[in-house]
């Protein structure tokens, strides 16, 4: 089988969130560079299922060239192949971007590279925008569950569950479909140094799709108000297990049995 | 937690290893008062100590640097947090191997036990190594790892249970307060606290925090990467934190330490990554500490190589991943040494940094010593914050020597390796000759110094095997046997030695015999005219300093010191000026060069470039006085440190070019030749048995074990005297 996992580069923010003077993106001095805890689990969930079931992996990011770390980072942990939709910077819309993303899986499909599976982040990290899961699934015309928690795949089927407020949903589907993971899938493993330094060498394959206009304009980010923290100590010594179970259970943190 | 007290004995910022440390040998030195503030939480405030490997290798080439880390791991074994694993350094190389019997020679001179072992036996050690990239290690038992967190807690416990301690996190040191070039007090976020006396202990912050009382604390924040890989499956079941030795794999920059169930990689071998104080990002701004940046993994890629070239089976493991990979900041300096002492700026102002978890402790202890008695058992002097000129303090300089020095963390470092970066800076009115005469330049304190002339090479056949040649590469490094023919024409016929590099300052005003006498174990009160060779001792008598007096007048001392001991000599001095001005101290360094002209045919020469009389009863030895060679008026001192007969002359700074064409001119007759620094500082003293401070002169010993004690003893006071007196009554305890 074959596997897409498209992912963001998005800043690791620390608890302090700045903006740049502008107010057009978030400060990143001092932040580093990742992708979003949904998204490392559908990296990881189709490594699994490429161990598991044979095929090829392939992950794909739209954005700038130094989103190539975060391509080589999904290769470190065992993705196959790697494509960078390469932009000038300026930001896509979803509405452009998952028409980039289909183009590209159009042009693979036309190379004989067709996609059982395509996932993504339920939403990314940054603008949390819960879309380009489903604008794939429906301009590709694929069935798509979005939020999933679990999946197995069978031959040409697929079961998935996703939570909600009121119990677990199941979906039975055909494939090829569209899928949208929620953190908890998994536990994604970690990158391994010969992993890392494979992931090094290997090529990734660069397209460059014209920007677009969706549509959608980002006229300025604003902080909402950053919650103060406050740190109370409870004591030095052994003695402070007590009072730390009994503040877990006032904080309802205990299930009890 | 304590809320800020308005005033303190002393206040110490930053509680790092080192302000923990700081503050209990505070305490245990019987300071009471004491203030220990910071801006972050306990007990990880947030800065280098939070990320340390915390691993403690014991050899150093340097005698100061390894006192300060024996002393350390003693205290650390008292508090329990030491524990013992063993560690290795490996080489790959031939050259490495050689460099490891020189650890093995300096482990046996400070007492070190360690061996050097097969690739054979570094696998006994260390069994998941892989033996056939290395060619043998340095293996040393005693090596091994602290919880230094813990340790610091502990101490810090400690000095509040004696009452001696207030501790206040979470408070952010806003200004200091200066009166008069005195500290008063500490401004925060929360309030100000009057104090006489400030430590600084604030490790990558501490150039900000001297910067706000008008000091230089002269570091650089730098980059040192760091991994954490795991679960290893050899390491289950592990009990405490590592088993298995520490491994340095010196060739490539790097370490493997056992971590519990993890194994840490660590390397000095990618791109220096300065950073500037105030780029740092607060606590808030910081994703896991202010110290713990973004992991930049393209620099880290290399060491990846290394390491799994050196352990395959753990690190080569696809079950055993990255689970932690941090850019964590530490401190580099100019020179790689501590920057520890009373700031030279602010009275009562302390800088305690650029000091690692291995040697904090033991540095904390002598700094409490040296701050309570003035005299630390361990001689820090060459950690003195007081060692450097004002542009070894710019942000130029330190950032250049830091970026060179960082990658010789774990070098091959030759004792005589001259530094690349910032060079041609400090240049004596000869440069432009001596370079046209294939100066091979050394620096000392910025000054670019001849260390032999090329123009020289000619005089190897006049020479032949006397000049003994050095047929081992190590010793023939950063070396020439011209050095030696040099030394020979000196002694031969006549030579001419640019000392432009020594530090002058006079000592003038009405007290300034009383000043000078104070300071000085030999007799200062000598007829004008006299030039005097003394030591400076600290109260214990331990040896301060060296140098000679030339007495010019009455109330008019000049004293000439080493290019590299005069700023620390200069502060000796200006810290023991009486209070009320009746003596200045004025530094001449930059208006005076020095040409020094010796050998049997120096009298010669000079008379006949000057009508003085220069005979040996006209001018004796140990005199000193103003002659006239040609237009040029210039100070002549009958004394040597290369032996009879010959004069330095100093000279106005912007006569000096005059001077040197007119003794070059005058020696050609008498076959004079250019000398470099290799005959002045090293073949020529030590022939004559003449000390070097920082060589053979330190505090740790006296004027009787260094064979300077002279028959009398002056009548007047001085500092030391008491001790010296005593020291004199007893064998001495070494010679």
């Known amino acids: 089988m074959n596997i897409l996992v498209c992912i963001k580069r998005v800043p690791a923010t620390a608890g302090h969130i700045a903006l740049t003077p502008?107010?057009?993106?978030?400060?990143?001095?001092?932040?580093?560079?990742?992708?979003?805890?949904?998204?490392?689990?559908?990296?990881?969930?189709?490594?699994?299922?490429?161990?598991?079931?044979?095929?090829?992996?392939?992950?794909?990011?739209?954005?700038?060239?130094?989103?190539?770390?975060?391509?080589?980072?999904?290769?470190?942990?065992?993705?196959?192949?790697?494509?960078?939709?390469?932009?000038?910077?300026?930001?896509?819309?979803?509405?452009?971007?998952a028409d980039g993303i289909v183009e590209s899986v159009q042009a693979d499909r036309a190379a004989g590279l067709d996609y059982d599976l395509i996932?993504?982040?339920?939403?990314?990290?940054?603008?949390?925008?819960?879309?380009?899961?489903?604008?794939?699934?429906?301009?590709?015309?694929?069935?798509?569950?979005?939020?999933?928690?679990?999946?197995?795949?069978?031959?040409?089927?697929?079961?998935?569950?996703?939570?909600?407020?009121?119990?677990?949903?199941?979906?039975?589907?055909?494939?090829?479909?569209?899928?949208?993971?929620?953190?908890?899938?998994?536990?994604?493993?970690?990158?391994?140094?010969?992993?890392?330094?494979?992931?090094?060498?290997?090529?990734?394959?660069?397209?460059?799709?014209?920007?677009?206009?969706?549509?959608?304009?980002?006229?300025?980010?604003k902080l909402p108000v950053q919650a103060s923290h406050n740190v109370e100590m409870l004591g030095k010594d052994g003695d402070v297990g007590v009072e730390l179970v009994e503040l877990f259970q006032r904080l309802q943190l205990l299930e009890r049995r | 937690m304590s809320s800020l007290p308005s005033q303190a004995r002393v206040v110490v910022i930053g509680a790092g290893i080192v302000g923990n440390s700081m503050a209990y040998h505070l305490a245990m030195q019987g300071w009471k008062e004491i203030v220990l503030i910071d801006k972050g939480r306990m007990p990880n405030p947030g800065g280098s100590t939070g990320h340390a490997s915390n691993f403690i290798f014991l050899?150093?080439?340097?005698?100061?640097?390894?006192?300060?880390?024996?002393?350390?791991?003693?205290?650390?074994?008292?508090?329990?947090?030491?524990?013992?694993?063993?560690?290795?350094?490996?080489?790959?190389?031939?050259?490495?191997?050689?460099?490891?019997?020189?650890?093995?020679?300096?482990?046996?001179?400070?007492?070190?036990?360690?061996?050097?072992?097969?690739?054979?036996?570094?696998?006994?050690?260390?069994?998941?190594?892989n033996e056939q990239v290395i060619l043998g290690g340095f293996s040393t038992p005693g090596i091994g790892t602290v919880d230094s967190l813990r340790g610091g807690t502990l101490m810090r416990e400690k000095a509040e249970a004696m009452g001696a301690l207030t501790v206040v996190p979470q408070t952010e040191v806003t200004g200091i307060t200066v009166e008069n070039g005195r500290v008063r007090g500490v401004r925060t976020d929360k309030g100000e606290i009057a104090a006489d006396v400030v430590v600084i202990s604030c490790g990558i912050w501490s150039p900000r925090i001297a910067r706000m009382a008008g000091a230089s604390i002269p570091l650089s924040p730098?980059?040192?990467?760091?991994?954490?890989?795991?679960?290893?499956?050899?390491?289950?079941?592990?009990?405490?934190?590592?088993?298995?030795?520490?491994?340095?794999?010196?060739?490539?920059?790097?370490?493997?330490?056992?971590?519990?169930?993890?194994?840490?990689?660590?390397?000095?071998?990618?791109?220096?990554?300065?950073?500037?104080?105030?780029?740092?990002?607060?606590?808030?701004?910081?994703?896991?500490?202010?110290?713990?940046l973004p992991f930049t993994k393209e620099d880290f890629d290399e060491s990846l190589e290394h390491a799994?070239?050196?352990?395959?089976?753990?690190?080569?493991?696809?079950?055993?991943?990255?689970?932690?990979?941090?850019?964590?900041?530490?401190?580099?300096?100019?020179?790689?040494?501590?920057?520890?002492?009373?700031?030279?700026?602010?009275?009562?102002?302390?800088?305690?940094?650029?000091?690692?978890?291995?040697?904090?402790?033991?540095?904390?202890?002598?700094?409490?010593?040296w701050m309570t008695s003035g005299i630390p058992e361990i001689d820090p002097s060459g950690s003195d914050v007081a060692r450097f000129y004002d542009h070894q303090k710019t942000k130029a300089h330190v950032q250049g020597r830091s970026a060179e020095g960082f990658n010789k963390t774990y070098g091959i470092v030759h004792p005589r390796e001259q530094w690349e970066s910032n060079r041609r800076l400090r240049l004596s009115p000869f440069y432009e000759r001596e370079k046209a005469l294939g100066a091979f330049f050394f620096e000392t304190a910025g000054w670019e110094r001849p260390h032999w002339y090329e123009s020289n090479r000619k005089l190897l056949?006049?020479?032949?095997?006397?000049?003994?040649?050095r047929r081992y590469e190590w010793d023939s490094r950063w070396w020439s046997p011209i050095i030696n023919a040099e030394h020979l024409a000196m002694r031969d016929r006549v030579a001419m030695v640019d000392l432009s590099a020594f530090a002058v300052f006079d000592i003038t005003g009405t007290c300034a015999l009383d000043t000078m006498q104070n300071l000085c174990v030999v007799q200062m009160n000598v007829p004008v005219g006299r030039v005097i060779y003394t030591s400076l001792l600290n109260s214990a008598a331990g040896i301060k300093a060296d140098l000679t007096v030339m007495r010019l007048g009455p109330n008019h001392f000049r004293v000439v010191t080493g290019g590299a001991d005069g700023p620390r000599d200069k502060k000796w001095?200006?810290?023991?000026?009486?209070?009320?001005?009746?003596?200045?101290?004025?530094?001449?360094?930059?208006?005076?060069?020095?040409?020094?002209?010796?050998?049997?045919?120096?009298?010669?020469?000079?008379?006949?470039?000057?009508?003085?009389?220069?005979?040996?009863?006209?001018?004796?030895?140990?005199?000193?006085?103003?002659?006239?060679?040609?237009?040029?008026?210039?100070?002549?001192?009958?004394?040597?440190?290369?032996?009879?007969?010959?004069?330095?002359?100093?000279?106005?700074?912007?006569?000096?070019?005059?001077?040197?064409?007119?003794?070059?001119?005058?020696?050609?007759?008498?076959?004079?030749?250019?000398?470099?620094?290799?005959?002045?500082?090293?073949?020529?003293?030590?022939?004559?048995?003449?000390?070097?401070?920082?060589?053979e002169l330190e505090q740790e010993f006296n004027l009787v074990e260094t064979g300077l004690a002279r028959p009398q003893v002056k009548p007047q006071d001085f500092i030391g005297k008491e001790a010296y007196l005593k020291q004199r009554a007893e064998a001495p305890a070494a010679m």
């Open chain 1, 22 to 97: 502008d107010a057009q993106d978030i400060d990143t001095k001092y932040l580093g560079f990742t992708i979003s805890p949904h998204e490392e689990c559908a990296v990881e969930e189709a490594v699994r299922l490429i161990e598991k079931h044979g095929g090829s992996s392939t992950v794909l990011t739209l954005g700038p060239e130094v989103a190539i770390d975060q391509l080589r980072d999904a290769m470190a942990l065992g993705i196959d192949r790697a494509v960078l939709l390469q932009t000038d910077g300026r930001e896509w819309d979803p509405v452009a971007t």
């Open chain 2, 222 to 292: 730098a980059v040192h990467q760091m991994i954490s890989v795991g679960p290893v499956p050899l390491f289950a079941g592990t009990v405490g934190e590592i088993k298995y030795p520490i491994v340095r794999d010196m060739d490539t920059n790097g370490y493997e330490r056992q971590h519990g169930g993890d194994m840490e990689v660590g390397s000095y071998d990618h791109r220096p990554i300065l950073w500037d104080p105030d780029d740092i990002p607060s606590i808030e701004q910081s994703k896991l500490s202010p110290t713990e």
């Open chain 2, 461 to 469: 056949a006049e020479y032949g095997e006397r000049v003994m040649p």
């Open chain 2, 59 to 129: 050899t150093d080439h340097s005698k100061e640097m390894t006192a300060f880390t024996l002393d350390s791991v003693r205290q650390y074994k008292e508090l329990g947090v030491f524990t013992q694993s063993g560690g290795i350094e490996v080489a790959r190389t031939s050259q490495r191997m050689e460099e490891l019997q020189r650890r093995m020679a300096s482990s046996k001179a400070w007492g070190i036990d360690a061996q050097l072992v097969s690739p054979a036996e570094v696998k006994e050690l260390v069994p998941f190594i």
């Open chain 2, 573 to 695: 001095f200006l810290d023991h000026l009486p209070e009320d001005g009746a003596v200045q101290l004025t530094d001449l360094t930059s208006s005076w060069a020095t040409i020094g002209v010796w050998g049997p045919r120096a009298r010669d020469l000079v008379t006949s470039i000057t009508d003085a009389d220069v005979s040996n009863e006209g001018f004796p030895f140990g005199t000193c006085r103003f002659i006239d060679i040609g237009p040029v008026r210039a100070l002549a001192s009958r004394i040597s440190y290369v032996g009879e007969l010959g004069w330095e002359i100093y000279v106005p700074f912007e006569q000096g070019v005059r001077l040197w064409d007119a003794i070059w001119q005058a020696g050609q007759p008498h076959g004079i030749v250019p000398a470099g620094i290799g005959v002045y500082g090293t073949t020529g003293r030590i022939e004559k048995c003449y000390r070097a401070y920082g060589m």
């Open chain 1, 119 to 221: 996932m993504f982040g339920n939403e990314s990290a940054d603008s949390a925008g819960y879309q380009i899961g489903v604008r794939v699934a429906e301009v590709l015309d694929l069935p798509c569950v979005t939020g999933i928690k679990a999946l197995e795949v069978d031959g040409a089927a697929a079961r998935v569950r996703r939570q909600t407020e009121s119990g677990w949903e199941r979906a039975e589907l055909s494939l090829p479909a569209v899928f949208t993971v929620k953190e908890g899938l998994n536990l994604p493993r970690y990158p391994s140094l010969p992993g890392r330094l494979k992931a090094k060498k290997k090529d990734i394959e660069r397209r460059k799709p014209e920007w677009r206009d969706g549509g959608l304009e980002k006229v300025r980010l």
């Open chain 2, 308 to 369: 799994l070239e050196l352990m395959p089976d753990i690190l080569g493991d696809p079950n055993v991943g990255i689970r932690h990979a941090i850019n964590g900041l530490l401190s580099l300096t100019p020179d790689g040494f501590p920057l520890l002492g009373e700031t030279p700026e602010v009275k009562g102002l302390w800088s305690v940094a650029a000091i690692w978890i291995k040697e904090a402790p033991g540095i904390a202890r002598c700094m409490a010593e």
